[in-house]
């Protein structure tokens, strides 16, 4: 029985090499040509030589690199979000005196929370919203919305039955943009509605200006695009001309232009941006440049227009080095390396991918 065993293993290994042998004479030894010596005599298990796959050129790592990249860009257009958050987070009215008297600000959430009940019995009421404002700052600074929202909304019950008109309607806006942020759309509204209100009280044209805006983004996260179009062509930017506020009014085509990228419109979005960066050159809102050349390169990648998406994010890019904007480098990085794998230009778009993972890995 054991040598019936030892019989049959013979007979299938010399099966096993005779399909081997056949296999490599009907195949092309190493077609691509990498093999240059290896030993004709061998005679063991197995073919004589390995075939094996052509090294992967750079060009292909990099096909690669960049599709595997590519789901990414919604948390970088997150960052370009939450960095438009802390720029149009608004400060109360004692902001400058609370900072004289309270900077450096306290180091953790105790000695925050001590000195804002310290505040409070002392019935100091201007400056416990104005801190506690500024603490809600802090923490959107650190990305802790949920803290953010939770002091505000604090500040808010703590002034809105006092006499402190200006710093509830502060307040009031701040906690609509992080409940914005945040997607709670319901709450946002309602408080934008009142902030809106307030302004009309006071007869404001800018603060009217500045809650439609917001409320136009609003109502386009709620895809109700007609009304938020509307909110800022109809009603914000006529009240911009008449109080001559020409940097709201360049803020406001920058976000009637996202309005229209969201729903995929980018020749109009890019008639507004084109209308943003005229006055914003010509009034030299040096700030507002970079974000604007973004968004047209943007528009114009999308389109398929690369050269001149090129064009735009390269001046983008030289605007955003400028002024050490971080966020924008990392997201116009993105876009340029992807036009370059587009056009063939290799050697740029490794480039723009190693420092897109410099400005990532220091970023996130």
């Known amino acids: 029985m054991f040598n019936k065993v030892r019989v049959l293993l013979a007979l299938g290994l010399i099966i096993l ?16 040509g990498f093999v240059t010596k290896y030993n004709p005599k061998f005679k063991g298990v197995g073919p004589e030589v390995y075939v094996l796959p052509a090294p992967r050129t750079k060009e292909e ?43 450096p600000y306290p180091s953790s959430p105790e000695k925050w929370t001590e000195l804002i009940n310290s ?30 929202i939770s002091l505000l909304g604090d500040a808010l019950a703590l002034v809105q039955h006092t006499e402190l008109r200006e710093e509830a309607s502060v307040v009031q ?21 009142r902030y809106l209100q307030q302004a009309l009280n006071n007869k404001s044209n800018v603060d009217q200006a ?7 983004l609003i109502r386009a996260y709620q895809k109700e695009y007609k009304a938020a179009e509307n909110s800022i062509i109809r009603r914000a930017i006529p009240l911009y001309n008449k109080s001559k506020d020409p940097q709201g009014k360049t803020k406001a085509w920058i976000q009637l232009a996202k309005i229209y990228q969201i729903q995929n419109k980018h020749t109009e979005a890019q008639w507004f941006l084109i209308q943003a960066r ?6 030299n809102f040096k700030m507002d440049l970079p974000e ?4 047209l390169g943007y528009s114009k990648f999308i389109q398929q227009n690369y050269s001149v998406a090129k064009s735009e994010l390269e001046h983008a890019k030289i605007l955003a080095d400028q002024e050490n904007n971080k966020v924008l480098q990392l997201a116009i990085h993105d876009k340029l390396g992807e036009i370059d794998m587009i056009m063939g230009n290799y050697e740029d778009a490794a480039e723009h991918l190693f420092q897109y993972w410099k400005l990532r890995r220091e970023l996130f």
């Open 17 to 32: 090499m005779s399909g081997l042998k056949a296999q490599s004479d009907s195949e092309v030894l190493d077609p691509a």
């Open 61 to 103: 790592v990099l096909v690669d690199s960049y599709q595997e990249k590519k789901s990414f860009y919604d948390s970088i257009a997150r960052e370009l979000d939450h960095q438009n958050l802390v720029e149009e987070f608004q400060l109360t009215s004692n902001a400058s005196y609370i900072k004289q008297q309270f900077d």
């Open 119 to 148: 505040l409070k019995k002392n019935n100091n009421t201007r400056l416990a919203v104005g801190l506690t404002n500024q603490y809600a700052l802090e923490a959107i600074k650190q990305k802790d919305i949920k803290k953010a």
């Open 173 to 193: 806006f701040n906690l609509s943009n992080a409940h914005l942020y945040q997607g709670s759309y319901a709450d946002a509204d309602a408080l934008q509605e």
């Open 210 to 216: 500045n809650s439609l805006v917001r409320v136009a």
């Open 278 to 283: 005229e006055l914003a050159k010509a009034r």
């Open 292 to 295: 604007i050349e973004y968004m």
